[in-house]
């Protein structure tokens, strides 16, 4: 049979020449012509081959019209990167820009796409700070933190800003794109923390292909904190009180502690392992997408649906979260010169948590169940021997119940909808020019119940026995007093229009391309919340159904409104010579309407392709790509509070009017700040790439200098509270944010093992160069010039060994053998505030890495990514082991100061408020503060593809099954608590012990395409 079609570049559209074109185990082939057409007689049912240096080599079954499309490798000098508004070959991209492919992205199973980017972008920080499904999401930062304030990065998706990455099908992406520089100037005043660019997978030519895949994974803790046994907490409670109460008995017995040791009595001394008893030992996970894509010259699609699933990790558990997801890209050629894409995307998530926590918050229910782990006795049970749940820790808590429905639930239920429609005119009398315009609405609903109830716990006075002789249990209510729901409904709405007029055209050796554009994007929201208590049963927690006493509700609504100009004008000459310069003046709703509303944000970038120059390739052809670039841009960040420029009210008590008529009253609870404005950030980059040995080897550098002015902060430390002012924030903090970033990779391969390794490293430092700071603050305490959020800590120096020791340095009062030493900083002999010293570090890491390999022979194939940070800290605190608040990390006691063990130098067993160098659990001190550098086996995948005469029997193209990992090994000095977890808990006063803890993933799939 006779074969023809056209090979063309499927980022632009443009034919390739120049192109294999092969029989598959034959020498039968052809190479495409200079308008990338081909014409091939080959037998029937034959399989092509298409290769071409730079792109991706693909096979096809044979028909007698073949048109194909090939994708650029990754990091080849052909390869497209999508930037602001538009895409540019790598090799003329004059900015700091990273990108990732989609197919990298899926390659982890992490089940939210932010955990999914550690380590794959250079200068891009993702630190998971939990696990918790539903509520898994990364701290992202673009060349770590440049402001006080947010520091989020702008997401776009497929051209659309404020979109959310998280949730995408990971199936769907086909890039990520980060902008570090002033490329991400063409954004405004919403680009200074960068942008991250994602765009999803569009239909090609072709014969419709359906691909099918399914993952079953099984997620367990990365660490759990040790906790002391019971016969070790009777043991250390012994210990207190012999130090705070000398001459009174002792709380256990020596028959006491050798009882929970050898759990000869389980009804009157228990040995509970709470986490054991609350944790399961895995927990499952299951993801599915089936995507349907092809089209012809006319009309090309994409289709994709999908599901997720993950549970919690606890025992009878009803937390979990699931999504089902759908998207739709669709284009269609409707002339010569008319184009018309329309996307939809939908989607569903199910967040279910527990009733245990407090109105208003799904995460509150999690923080509950390990806080109370955490400060449960190891001396009393979770379950008695008949199987009843046991005591209450505290405030009705018991973990082993907190995680059931027995408390009620939690019910989150987020319906997304994502709509663009785009159209594209070429105008066909002038060559290079098109106007494309876009209109995406997208809408978000989530409704909100959460319903709780009380619950019973057992207790035991351990002397009543039952006419049974057994121990006579008393039930009693836990938790509220009576069943309540709190409800909420809220409604977020976007709609994002836009214009866009491009010129692209080449004279010569001229290359030109204009943007000119503008942009209207219009928000809503609408929120709704009530409240109702007392219901007579538990059965139908309806809000009707609740008491009129006691009941409350409210809401509130909004708008946001941005209008924005902006454009791009690129030049290069022969390839050579290259400069772009980007620009957006930006009106924002936030600002005051009277001259403070919009802003001007330019960009401009230079580079010059050394490499293309005569005598760079009679000489140093082996290096066949070397760029110099460089860039300054200033762009604004107004992730502000909006409306500072007016005068805030707000309903402030009541007055009655006449005995009986109730008037609320307002009151001002804000001064303005008429002149508030964006923060500026003033961006400069130098770089280089290279690429040796005709591609093998890539590297790519950064350094980069980032000035924030204008960032708002309070005047309070320099004005006294005396002085009776409520001052407003003003533009007035600075912050300075430099570092460098570096990848290096190498591809190559021998016969049919091909592999490659790339490695990417980041570091970012910043300081504070000037806000508001408390007059006369000695230079060891001050945050100006020092990294920002760093903590002030009294310096550890050891333990006092005995009374002389204590007597012999300045010590706190009521020091005692065994406790911290604080190190006289200022030398005045007297331990006191001024003896705390700023930290160097920040629980931020100031040093990213990543190490990618990819390994193939034949059918088989290897992915693994290791990743790493480096110059990040974090307290690491407990509850302690005082009466009746908790118990005791092993790692803090198991080599404690004793009497018997004076040289020890880790102090002594404390009790809740005892001890001055860890009150109520918090740390003030550097013993407890200790360093979060990991090095992780983030990701690992191991795959086996069908061969292809095996998959012809089967009725498929191709069949994949993999075996994958996430978060398999850490390596880090850090214990009990994962490196990545937070100092804080969000809403609690809490460090350490209340946050969900990462997940590790084991994970099998397989990948069917038809």
Known sequence: MNVTGVVTEQATGKPLPGVTVKVKGTTNGIVTDVNGGYKLTVPQDAVLQYSFIGFEPIERTAAARADVQLVAKQGSLNEVVVVGYGTRKKATLTGSIASVKGSEVAKSPAGNVSNSLAGRLPGLVAVTRTGEPGNDGSTLRIRGANTLGDNSPLVVIDGIANRNLERLDPSTIESVTVLKDASAAIYGAQAANGVILVTTKRGTSGKPTIQLNLNQGWNTPTVLPKMADAPLYAQLQNEISEAYHPGSPLPYSAEDIE????????????????????????????????????GSD?????????????????????????????????????????????????????????????????????????????????????????????????????????????????????????????????????????????AAVDKTFVQYKQFRKPWNLYTWDKVTYDANNQPLLLASKSGNTDPRVYQSSNVVGLTTLNALLNYDRAFGKHDLKVLAATERISGDNMYFWAFRRNYTSDILPELDLGSNALKDNGGNSGVTRRLDYFGRVSYAYDSKYLAEFVWRYDGSYIFDPNGQQFGFFPGVSLGYRISNEKFWKENLSFINEFKLRGSWGRTGNDRIGPYQYMTTYGYNGAYVFNQSTVQQTLTALRIPNAGVTWEVANQSNIGLDAQLLDGKITISGDYFYNLRSNILAYRNASVPGSAGLSLPQENIGKVVNKGFELQIGYQNRAGDFVYSVSANGAYSKNHIQYWDETPGVPDYQRSTGSQMNANLYYQSMGVFKDQAAVDAYPHWPGARPGDII?????????????????????????????????????????????????????????FSGGPGVGNFMYNLIKDRWTPQNPSSTNPRAWERGGAYWMTDGMPNNTYFVRSSDYLRLKNFELGYTLSSSISKRMGIQTMRVFASGLNMLTFTKMKDFDPESPDTAPGSIWVNSQVYPLNKTINVGLSVTF
């Open 259 to 294: 009882k929970y040791a050898n759990g000869s009595d389980p009804w009157g001394h228990p040995n509970t392992d709470w986490f054991k008893e609350t944790i399961k030992s895995n927990s499952p996970q299951r993801y599915g997408n089936l995507t349907l894509s092809g």
């Open 298 to 438: 006319a009309v090309k699609y994409f289709t994709s649906l999908g599901s997720n699933f993950t549970d919690g990790m606890f025992r009878n558990s009803n937390i979990n979260y699931s999504q089902t997801n759908f998207q739709s890209n669709l284009d269609a050629r409707v002339s010569k010169d008319i184009r018309l894409s329309f996307d939809i995307t939908g989607r569903q998530e199910n967040r279910n948590y527990s009733g245990g926590g407090n109105n208003g918050g799904s995460t509150d229910a999690a923080q509950n169940i390990f806080w109370a782990l955490n400060r449960a006795f190891p001396t009393t049970p979770a379950y008695w021997p008949n199987g009843l749940p046991g005591p209450a820790i505290e405030y009705g808590a018991n973990p082993v119940v907190l995680v059931t429905d027995k408390t009620g639930y939690t019910h989150q239920r987020d319906y997304v909808f994502q709509s663009n429609m785009r159209l594209v005119i070429n105008i066909p009398w002038v060559q290079g020019l098109s106007l494309t315009g876009n």
């Open 822 to 878: 604080f190190k006289d900083v200022n030398n005045d002999g007297v331990i006191n505030g001024l003896d705390q010293v700023r930290s160097k570090k920040t629980s931020i890491p100031t040093f990213t890495g990543g190490l990618n390999i990819n390994l193939q022979y034949k059918n088989f194939d290897a992915s693994i990514l290791f990743q790493g940070a480096a110059g990040a800290e974090r307290a690491y605190t407990a």
